[in-house]
């Protein structure tokens, strides 16, 4: 399956302790997502990745929050010190971008991940 | 700041209905996406409208995009029980900017 896959899918943790989500890209895409999905509402932009540049974050994405893509592939988002309003479900997307000398091709859907659900207690 | 509204939020149908979700944006974009969601699962890509007065059908989903008032619809034919799922739109800017999501029920 060449699709974005999420690890792991679901993961209950204390409060205060730390945790590591991975999200592996569909190959050759470029930019990388992370979104948080609480209950009942879309999805929120907390930061991206164009090769290992993070490019934005969100203000969502507070000091205990911190995500990599250290060789441009696949990427982690660690928080630290969870709390119970952490519980969510955290989605990763990933997307081509074309290249100077292309034809700038509109294939910018973001193509989402199955998602880790996240459970602080 | 950008935002987009979906109306409405909840939405029960009974088989064979015809109903429009809309969605409305806060500032200018030409492109305009649109993914469904089952309970539990992530996020299906539906439809890329690139244009103003871009149409794309699916079968029983036809979604439209007018930019200038700002407006895309996603018009459910004849609904079948296997169309129930959460529809969001969303809104390119740099990342994508999504509605509420509005629930739908297919109800025989």
């Known amino acids: 399956d060449t699709g974005v896959s999420q690890n792991p899918r679901h993961k209950i943790t204390k409060r205060g302790q730390n945790v590591t989500f991975r999200c592996d890209p569909i190959s050759e895409h470029n930019r990388l997502y992370w979104y948080r999905q609480t209950l009942g509402q879309g999805p929120e932009f907390l930061t991206y990745?164009?090769?290992?540049?993070?490019?934005?974050k969100s203000r969502l994405l507070s000091d205990r929050f911190s995500a990599e893509r250290p060789k441009g592939s696949f990427s982690t988002l660690e928080i630290q010190r969870t709390e119970q309003g952490d519980s969510a479900m955290y989605l990763c997307?990933?997307?081509?971008?074309?290249?100077?000398?292309?034809?700038?091709?509109?294939?910018?859907?973001?193509?989402f991940g199955p998602g880790t659900r996240l459970t602080v207690l | 700041e950008l935002k987009v509204e979906q109306n409405p939020l909840f939405l029960s149908m009974q088989e064979g209905k015809n109903y429009t979700i809309y969605c409305n944006y806060s500032t200018t974009s030409d492109r305009l996406y649109w993914y469904r969601q089952d309970p539990g699962k992530s996020l299906e890509s539906l439809f890329v409208?690139?244009?103003?007065?871009a149409v794309k059908q699916e079968g029983r989903l036809m979604a439209s995009l007018d930019t200038k008032a700002r407006l895309s619809t996603l018009h459910i034919t004849a609904a079948v029980h296997d169309l129930s799922a959460t529809y969001f739109c969303a809104v390119p800017s740099g990342k994508l900017i999504f509605g509420q999501g509005t629930e739908l029920s297919v109800k025989p």
């Open positions: 990745f164009q090769n290992e540049a993070q490019l934005e």
């Open positions: 997307a990933s997307r081509p971008l074309g290249t100077s000398g292309e034809t700038y091709l509109r294939t910018d859907t973001q193509y």
């Open positions: 409208l690139l244009s103003n007065g």
